[in-house]
């Protein structure tokens, strides 16, 4: 997959300088510069749009064009990225557990991440985790706070799984839980499908968009648009009031040009 990709155009999209080499600190700067250039996006399955990963399809969406995507179109493009500079990457499929009570049942691998084998150790990267993105590969190592510039991460262990969690203002929030099973390409194909047409799932029906610059997190959700510091601390947030002001939320904060018209993504985010 990856000699069909177009490294050099990649780079240029996500504002990375310098020697791209397959280590730790390449690892990190890329994924810091994807997070924050190319934002977390639902507005295809929001629009009964077909979400497309082979990957001539995602380098025309979120290199090519002023648009993001949702977590598979995301890491699909990142593993190719870490691919075509020489890493060992493998694919896994992640059970959110954002909005689900503790103790309930698991949901479905509707989520997709990535493993990246380093002579340092493994390292979870995720560049598409729309309700908390990651600005930084972490440690696939348990038990173990990880401080990034906007959050703090920690991974457990139980029941066979690892169980991601961020801290949160009152408490820490769990993200998802996966194992290190091969999440292979048909197994993304068929949660892309999933995530981006079944009612039982928020971005059918919500509006959800994030990016990450620095150490702040910038959020929308419908018509609610937030900025939150560390660890989720609310340092802004307001309610999108018009389509207006939506396309300038669009184009100044998250650098989206819409795919439909501004009108008609207002009227489906609620009132």
Known sequence: MS??????????????KGAARPDLGTLTAIHA?????????????????PVKLDLASVQAKLVNSRRGGYCHEQNV?????????GFKVTSHGGRVRWMSPPGSPLGPREHTLL????????????AGFGACLLDRPLRLEADTEQ???????????????????????????????????????SDIELAN??????????????LIMERVIGDRRYKLVDRRFAIEARDGAVAEEREIGSAAELGRVLDETFGVMPPAPLDEIFARIGG
Do not use: C
């Open 33 to 49: 510069a994807q997070v924050d250039a190319i934002p977390f996006e639902g507005l295809d399955p929001l629009l009964g749009r």
């Open 3 to 16: 000699g069909d990709f177009q490294l050099d155009r990649y780079l240029a999209r996500i504002g990375f």
């Open 77 to 85: 493009l990142l593993k190719a990225a870490l691919e075509a500079i």
């Open 115 to 126: 493993k990246v084998d380093l002579p340092e150790g493994a390292y979870l990267a995720d």
């Open 193 to 206: 499908w999933y995530t981006s047409t079944s009612p039982r799932v928020p971005f059918t029906s919500k």
């Open 147 to 185: 401080r990034t510039a906007v959050g703090t991460f920690r991974l457990r262990q139980a029941d066979g799984l690892y169980w991601l969690s961020t801290k949160r203002p009152n408490d820490w929030r769990t993200m998802y839980a996966f194992n290190l099973e091969q999440h292979l390409p």
